[in-house]
T-cell receptor, first 112, second 112 residues
Framework: SQKIEQNSEALNIQEGKTATLTCNYT??????LQWYRQDPGRGPVFLLL?????KEKRKERLKVTFDTTLKQSLFHITASQPADSATYLC???????????FGTGTQLKVEL | DAGVIQSPRHEVTEMGQEVTLRCKPI?????LFWYRQTMMRGLELLIY????????DSGMPEDRFSAKMPNASFSTLKIQPSEPRDSAVYFC??????????FGDGTRLSIL
């Protein structure tokens, strides 16, 4: 069966450290993988998109890697800040390229 | 620019009642998506439209659910009759292409 798995346990890190979140998938062959941020009581907000032929993508303090052999994406936040605390969702473009399927998300807490 | 606007933000109603959720997408966006988010199942796609036409409703759980998009600036998701297991946060999203998607802040629905 198709699955998108993210760490269900919350990730707690200290301010200034690098946070690394994992997204693993099975039985998908996505052309694109995306990361979204969701704050309590709000809708998800798009952060980054990476294509299957890209190994790495950066945007400011964010970095995403995409390994189609391992079927895994890693999401890094460097120099983390308390304002980075949120739930982070990965999403694959499926269904002929028009449907997003989301992982269940990982909650990140950055402590002072 | 206004984002995706959903109404109401909160809805509490009794089992058996009709519920109508509303969405105004971002102007110029050709795609509109309805999602449901619960703790158990995460964020699930219910239905999406392209140019006001329903393209894929395979995620709609039952015939009690229906969605319409009468014009490019308005969509509704209706549940009739509602049941307690329909309680969830319902999100609307729009996009100029299949991605990235811009989400509203959701309607928190409670069916008593």
């Amino acid at each position: 069966s198709q699955k998108i798995e993210q760490n269900s346990e919350a990730l707690n890190i200290q301010e200034g450290k690098t946070a690394t979140l994992t997204c693993n998938y099975t039985n998908y062959s996505p052309a694109y993988l995306q990361w979204y941020r969701q704050d309590p009581g709000r809708g998800p907000v798009f952060l980054l998109l990476i294509r299957e032929n890209e190994k790495e993508k950066r945007k400011e303090r964010l970095k995403v890697t995409f390994d189609t052999t391992l079927k895994q994406s890693l999401f890094h936040i460097t120099a983390s800040q308390p304002a980075d605390s949120a739930t982070y969702l990965c999403a694959l473009l499926t269904g002929g390229g028009n449907k997003l399927t989301f992982g269940t998300g990982t909650q990140l807490k950055v402590e002072l | 620019d206004a984002g995706v606007i959903q109404s109401p933000r909160h809805e509490v109603t009794e089992m058996g009642q009709e519920v109508t959720l509303r969405c105004k997408p971002i102007s110029g966006h050709d795609y509109l998506f309805w999602y449901r988010q619960t703790m158990m199942r995460g964020l699930e796609l219910l239905i999406y439209f392209n140019n006001n036409v329903p393209i894929d409703d395979s995620g709609m759980p039952e015939d009690r659910f229906s969605a319409k998009m009468p014009n490019a600036s308005f969509s509704t998701l209706k549940i009739q009759p509602s049941e307690p297991r329909d309680s969830a946060v319902y999100f609307c999203a729009s996009s100029p292409g299949p991605m990235p998607q811009h989400f509203g802040d959701g309607t928190r629905l409670s069916i008593l």
